[in-house]
């Protein structure tokens, strides 16, 4: 097979693990069985801004007679998931594990949900010049089946500053005990790095171009708000010992703390609370943050973008705490390694923070990710303020989860095959998707941790 074939069906392959499920996919292989039987169990379906949701079999009763019976879906006919969310096809990916194992759209025996990372201990291996005692697919591992190894090479030889061989890195681990006291404070205990893969003179950051910055819940997002407010960590002078420096009596914190009322999990799962209302408490406690804060909010908007992706005041550790970023991309095969504050600087200006669900039986917190021409119209016209950019689809028209994407199929040739024509139906969509929202604007990135 050829290079540029290759290529094509990899970009193909892509595309349709990021697509989202319709009806017409339950008619496929076994996918129609396997979809119920995820129900029956209570395994969760991923959602299309990255949640996990569960499908309630009762509530949803009436939407799976339906499906069962090959019946067509009235508008407004939906599935209930279990914290009372209302949902259609359109809502769920159509990931690797939409229909369990076996339904998998993709060829890969690596999660689709994991490549990114494992992609990690690839650069490793390349910049080490073997993956050493790294497992193929394992946790912390890397992925040992072609194209990945090549990649990782060819990626590490086009990053100035970086050099097939070096030695001397590593993927960063987790350690106990790494988080400061501030960030504790409010409830924030996740220890992953910033730092992905470190060496004696570097501690870099590795995201994949176009994802997203941050994803956080609410201690998270109430530390990093204290950080862009001035509060920090410090030593005691009692017992030495590193403390969190910071005035409960203060405007600054009672103003988190108001934010925080906002984000709260007993707030986000509500009874049948819908899309649309999830949406208006987002807009809401950004309002809260934003229009009625003590600082300025695109100041506060940067520190908060800067400590999400440093950790320079949530970790012990200096090891955790990332100085530079590498951000690659695939097809073409390429990266950028670049001081993480100089990148901040850059890249602020192209970034969008927003309050989003986590999901069932989480909370509300800070999301921060690419920028859209749309997001900064109406957060003008929410807050009167430039230059913040966050989402407020609630002030947009509703559209329909429901309206089925411009099909593509009927043009086709006879005989086209399944996946050129999915291809095509999912670039319909996407079409349609990017002329909806009139400006992209693309950031690099890649999930937060």
């Known amino acids: 097979m050829s290079d540029n074939l290759l290529v094509l069906l990899e970009m193909i392959e892509e595309v349709l693990n990021e697509a989202t499920l319709t009806y017409k996919d339950l008619g496929k292989r076994n996918n129609k069985k396997l979809f119920f039987d995820k129900i029956k169990n209570g395994e969760p379906f991923e959602t299309k801004d990255g949640r996990e949701v569960v499908i309630d079999a009762e509530k949803s ?36 594990t939409a229909f369990g194992t076996g339904g998998s759209v993709t060829k890969s ?30 946790r912390d591992g890397w992925m040992a089946d072609a194209p990945f190894p090549q990649r990782a090479e060819e990626i590490i030889t086009k990053t100035d500053g970086l050099e097939l061989g070096q030695g001397g890195f590593e993927k960063l681990a987790t350690e106990a005990g790494d988080i400061t006291p501030l960030y504790l404070m409010f409830g924030a205990k996740n220890s992953t790095p910033k730092t992905d893969i470190a060496s004696k003179a570097l501690k870099i950051s590795v ?28 030593l005691s002078e009692k017992t030495g010992e590193l403390e969190a420096n910071i005035d409960k009596s203060s405007e600054s914190y009672r103003h988190i703390i108001e934010v925080a009322k906002g984000l709260a999990k007993s707030v986000w799962n509500k009874p049948n609370l819908t899309s649309k209302k999830r949406r208006q408490l987002g807009d809401a406690a950004l309002v809260k943050l934003f229009k009625e804060g003590p600082h300025d909010p695109k100041d506060v908007k940067f520190k908060v973008f800067l400590e999400a992706i440093t950790g320079d005041n949530r970790f012990k550790r200096a090891e955790s705490k990332a100085d530079h970023i590498l951000v690659w991309q695939w097809d073409p095969n390429e990266g950028s390694l670049t001081p993480i504050k100089e990148w901040a600087e850059a890249n602020n200006e192209k970034l969008k923070l927003d309050i989003r669900w986590r999901g069932e039986k989480r909370s509300g917190g800070f999301r921060i990710d690419g920028l859209t021409g749309p997001y900064k119209k109406k957060m003008e016209k929410l807050l009167g303020i430039d230059n913040v950019y966050v989402n407020e689809q609630s002030l947009s028209q509703d559209r329909t989860q429901d309206s089925p994407a411009p099909s593509l199929q009927s043009a086709l040739p006879p005989g086209q095959n399944e996946l050129a024509s999915q291809f095509a139906q999912l670039f319909a969509s996407i079409l349609v998707s990017e002329l909806a929202s009139a400006e992209v604007i693309e950031i690099v990135g890649d999930e937060g941790k």
């Open 61 to 96: 009763k009436p939407f799976l007679d339906l499906v069962e019976n090959n019946q067509p879906l009235p508008k407004g006919v939906k599935m209930v998931t279990t914290a009372g969310e209302e949902i259609s096809f359109s809502g769920l990916q159509k990931t690797g």
């Open 109 to 138: 025996k690596y999660a689709s949900n994991r490549i990114a990372e494992l992609f990690e201990g690839n650069l490793v291996a390349a910049l080490n010049g073997s993956p050493g005692t790294m497992k193929d697919g394992g």
């Open 207 to 234: 995201k994949k171009k176009g994802g997203t910055i941050l994803s956080a819940e609410a201690g998270e997002s109430q530390a990093l708000l204290a950080v862009a407010y001035g509060f920090t960590n410090k």
